[in-house]
């Protein structure tokens, strides 16, 4: 029980990497950088806090990467309970990855329309705003469909949460629902163009992020308890 709630604090020092960088760059930097509405604020917003920025791209690498390892030590972890299903687990997260880290590269494009190179000269001002909003555009795009597999990879991990006996079935249930909330706004995002200003898409994502935010400061602060919930 000793190496199982050491490799579980290892765990959740991984995830709580993941949570504090994913939430920087995904929803801090863009809160204060980015007006979708308003090329030229978004552009100017960007030239005036480019170390916010590229901050930004640091933190997301970092939550990559942590998303890489997060799942190979959740499976020393939750093996035990089925190795298949554990299987799934890893192969549906580690996919993501390198996905994610290519689509890091329209952050480095918007870093190329605003460096004031030479050879931007032939664009007027009008036409650099607008390619840094379709590299933003780009780089959404890109978190949508990986977000496919953000949400898939929580079924089964989830599943083995409810099972493995030494972490609350709560929070397994909450990761379980968490994937058919990715699920359902990646559909409703896709086929309804105004799904967004429903309002519901931050509505389906709170039990998956209870139970991802959960699950993460459990390991971090408890590891694996003994005995069955």
């Known amino acids: 029980m000793n190496s199982n709630k050491k490799t579980a604090r290892i765990a ?23 007006v979708w509405n308003d090329a030229a604020v978004t552009f ?12 930004g791209i640091v933190a997301g690498i970092i939550a990559y990467i942590s998303f890489l390892f997060l799942p190979l030590v959740l499976y020393k972890l939750l093996s035990p309970i089925n190795k298949t299903i554990a299987i ?17 590269n329209h952050k480095l ?5 605003i ?11 009008g036409e650099l705003h607008t390619q840094v909003m379709l590299s933003l555009e780009h780089y959404n795009n890109g978190i949508e469909a ?24 709560l929070l397994g249930i909450l ?5 058919f909330g990715y699920l359902i706004n990646f559909v409703g995002g896709f086929l309804f163009p105004g799904y967004a200003s429903l309002g519901v898409a931050s509505f389906i994502s709170i039990p998956g992020s209870l139970g991802e935010i959960g699950t993460c400061l459990w390991l971090v602060i408890v590891g694996a308890k003994s005995g069955k919930n």
């Open 12 to 34: 959740g020092a991984f995830y709580l990497i993941l949570v504090l960088t994913g939430i920087f760059s995904l929803l801090y930097v863009p809160s204060k950088l980015i």
């Open 44 to 55: 100017n917003n960007i030239v005036a806090n480019e170390t916010l920025f590229r901050l």
């Open 175 to 179: 990761l379980m629902m968490g994937c």
């Open 146 to 169: 990986v977000s496919i597999f953000w949400g898939l990879w929580l079924l089964p991990f989830g599943y083995l949460v409810f099972r493995s006996g030494f972490l609350p079935k």
């Open 88 to 104: 799934s687990m890893v192969a549906l997260a580690v996919v993501s990855v390198p996905i994610s880290l290519v689509n890091i």
């Open 109 to 113: 494009e918007v870093l190329t329309f």
């Open 115 to 125: 460096s004031e190179a030479s050879y931007l000269d032939v664009f007027q001002a």
